[in-house]
């Protein structure tokens, strides 16, 4: 018996021929973009071999992006393939927010976190937003729940609430303004309020109280308890050591990183400052203190650059996958479109479209 199904259900069903020459076009594509990634987290090294082996899935996630009018937005922190071989949109947290809220597609899917992808059908309400794992989750984003913060409002009930982008849309939902790790410092500076209650990031919080005593800015921070699990493992003697092993050295570091880092660190800032920074400064060798993902981003965009030190995971963002990408835009599963009650999300969008408000304008 013929079932009816629509045009694109129909045209995914019948594989594309992919002859030899569409295969090695797309393999040399793939290679010009991947040849300087050696930090790679699977160990693969990327070869013409490498290339052509991922090219199947390449041209058919892309070819599915047109049948099913959908964009990816893929963070820094995700595989080098899924960036440069299928992605639309790449960068960090405030740069996927902004496209988010501009695209016109239909389908938007995300490939980072599942708060990133909460964030986009934020903003993208009509948009089928879905993710390539579900369990792509985030130990800020894990460590509060709204109902905990309704507790910890209710302690400090004089203070300005400001979420961290890093968190679920339930947490946005009960704050005032959402912040980035490259605005938190100008929004929490022009603030009118003294006393600001900052979740979920204990670290990040204790690097803005610093920052802003450092600048003048008299404010009460009072922070909840969560860490990022990648660079809350960061210490100042990894620091000293490069330094004393490296001369000329440059470290470069997230402010998700402990307040001792920060100080010992050249330069801080978002995933996206932090690649600036890189490729606007001259020096013999970095070491950034982030997630391997941006070293695989710079290892690409600028490959004359030299970095050293190990490799960090985050094991959420690393559930992302090729297959995965395929098989989400293929027919994606209940448990990976991303859904929001509706008063909620309205909530939760005033918070984040008050931070477009409050960003510095550059
Ligand atoms: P960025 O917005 O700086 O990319 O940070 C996101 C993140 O999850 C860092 O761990
Ligand atoms: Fe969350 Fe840390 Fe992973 Fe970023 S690196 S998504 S903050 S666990």
Redesign the pocket.
Known sequence: MIKACDSATLLSAVPAILTDDALELEADRLLRALLHVDCDPQGRTWNYETCRAIAPLTLEINRLKRERDAVILAHS?VEPEIIYGVADFRGDSYFLSLKAREVRARVIVFAG?VFMAETAKILSPEALVVVPDRGSG????DSLTGAQLRELKALYPDATVVCYI?CTADVKAESDVCVTSGNVHHIVANLPARRILFVPDRLMGQNVRDELRRRGVDKEIITSDGT????DQFGPADIAAARERFPGLKVVAHP?CTAEVAVASDFVGSTGAMMKYVKTTAAPYYLMLT?CGLVGRLQVEAPEKAFIGGCRL?P??KLNSLEKVRDVLRAPRPDQIVTLDEPLRRRAERCIERMFELSPKD
């Not at 985030?138 to 984003?141: D, I, K, P, Y």
């Not at 990022?228 to 660079?231: A, K, L, P, S």
């Open positions: 922190y976190v985030c130990s800020l984003a890093n990022c699990m990648v660079h998700e997630e985050c959420y963002m």
